[in-house]
């Protein structure tokens, strides 16, 4: 069965420092990936997602991510947080089973230093 | 633009009361899901439709039921609620192959 491992509950940078959440996840075939965020309160919101082509994608809000298959991993990136990017982080593989499900990590809570 | 609403975003009920929890979505979307959210577990799936008065079971369908009586709305139901029920709540909805749009959630507690 796929799975996804996020293996920071929690992290804190500063504000301008740069980030990168991990993410590994265990799937036969090509995955389908993705990066929600959630914000304290909120629902989730889709940063970016991969299905193929291009291993390294762009996202919303300046996030990036690069997929690689040799390490199972969907890392996601930014080059300098901001203070409201502190919220919780959620990689997510898709499970094709009548409809696409998707299978979550734990997430990563991120705090913003000022 | 694209919407997913819930009911409550906040709900008491008692143990051993039945509760609804109704998502609707205006986007005609073929998919809709039933989540629950606990710290440090992320998003566990519950159940899950891909048409209307179609459903399946996610992983964690025990002590649930749902409803899709019409394409643009999916209701959970916990027919006899208890406290290990307390959790967040998520509806989400998305086309065949998309990815998926969630609601704000319903926290529910269980007293």
């Known amino acids: 069965a796929q799975s996804v491992t996020q293996p920071d509950i929690h992290i804190t940078v500063s504000e301008g420092a740069s980030l990168e959440l991990r993410c590994n996840y265990s799937y036969g075939a090509t995955p389908y990936l993705f990066w929600y965020v959630q914000s304290p309160g909120q629902g989730l919101q889709l940063l970016l997602k991969y299905f193929s082509g291009d291993t390294l994608v762009q996202g919303i809000k300046g996030f990036e991510a690069e997929f690689k298959r040799s390490q199972s991993s969907f890392n996601l990136r930014k080059p300098s947080v901001h203070w409201s990017d502190a919220a919780e982080y959620f990689c997510?593989?898709?499970?094709?089973?009548?409809?696409?499900?998707?299978?979550f990590g734990q997430g990563t809570r991120l705090t913003i230093n000022p | 633009d694209v919407k997913v609403t819930q009911s409550s975003r906040y709900l008491v009920k008692r143990t051993g009361e039945k509760v609804f929890l109704e998502c609707v979505q205006d986007m005609d979307h073929e998919n809709m899901f039933w989540y629950r959210q606990d710290p440090g577990l992320g998003l566990r799936l519950i159940y899950f439709?891909?048409?209307?008065?179609?459903?399946e079971k996610g992983d964690i369908p025990e002590g649930y039921s749902v409803s899709r009586e019409k394409k643009e709305r999916f209701s959970l139901i916990l027919e006899s609620a208890s406290t290990n029920q307390t959790s967040m709540y998520l509806c989400?909805?998305?086309?065949?192959?998309?990815?998926?749009?969630f609601g704000p959630g319903t926290r529910l507690t269980v007293t």
């Open positions: 997510a593989v898709a499970q094709f089973q009548g409809a696409q499900k998707l299978v």
């Open positions: 989400a909805s998305s086309l065949a192959e998309g990815e998926q749009y």
């Open positions: 439709s891909y048409d209307v008065k179609m459903k």
